[in-house]
């Protein structure tokens, strides 16, 4: 080899370094982008974990099953509201919410007080950017 020559072996060395900048750099573009990375996709999955990790520790139920009506209902939300930052703002705004949690005293002619379930957040629209906005802050 030619004096200043790079062998097969440094081209290698070179171009993984390279991935791994690119790597960095989509990563670092999804944090700050407020959105999932482009090489990750938010699924149902990842919100039942998210659910199960933070809420149901909590004191509300775990999800033991994501039946294919839940699945179906948190893929819908996840083509609306598809970053995973979004969604944790929605978790810890729940956390954060003593009427979602069910530690506000109940509402006139309920006996209990209302508790939120993972149902009821992918039910429809509306429910995930309500709590998102801080409508049930407090």
Same mark, same amino acid.
């Given at each position: 080899? =030619?004096?200043g020559? !790079? +062998? *097969?072996? /440094? %081209?290698?060395?070179?171009?993984? $370094?390279?991935?791994?900048?690119?790597?960095?750099?989509?990563?670092?573009?999804?944090?700050?982008?407020?959105?999932?990375? =482009?090489?990750?996709? !938010? +699924? *149902?999955? /990842? %919100?039942?974990?998210?659910?199960? $990790?933070?809420?149901?520790?909590?004191?509300?139920?775990?999800?033991?099953?994501?039946?294919?009506?839940?699945?179906?209902? =948190?893929?819908?939300?996840?083509?609306?509201?598809?970053?995973?930052?979004?969604?944790? $703002?929605?978790?810890?705004?729940?956390?954060?919410?003593?009427?979602?949690?069910?530690?506000a005293?109940?509402s006139?002619?309920?006996?209990?007080?209302?508790?939120?379930?993972?149902?009821?957040?992918?039910?429809?629209?509306?429910?995930?950017?309500?709590?998102?906005?801080?409508?049930?802050?407090?």
């Amino acid at each position: 080899l =030619a004096k200043g020559s !790079l +062998t *097969p072996f /440094d %081209l290698r060395r070179e171009e993984k $370094e390279i991935e791994k900048e690119i790597e960095k750099e989509v990563e670092m573009e999804g944090v700050v982008g407020g959105s999932a990375s =482009a090489l990750e996709t !938010l +699924t *149902p999955e /990842d %919100l039942v974990t998210g659910w199960n $990790e933070l809420i149901a520790g909590n004191g509300l139920p775990v999800i033991s099953k994501l039946t294919p009506e839940r699945r179906q209902k =948190a893929l819908a939300r996840i083509k609306i509201y598809p970053e995973l930052l979004w969604w944790q $703002e929605v978790f810890n705004k729940i956390l954060a919410s003593r009427f979602l949690m069910g530690k506000a005293p109940p509402s006139p002619g309920r006996e209990k007080p209302f508790r939120i379930t993972f149902g009821w957040l992918v039910e429809n629209n509306e429910n995930p950017i309500k709590v998102y906005e801080g409508h049930y802050d407090g």
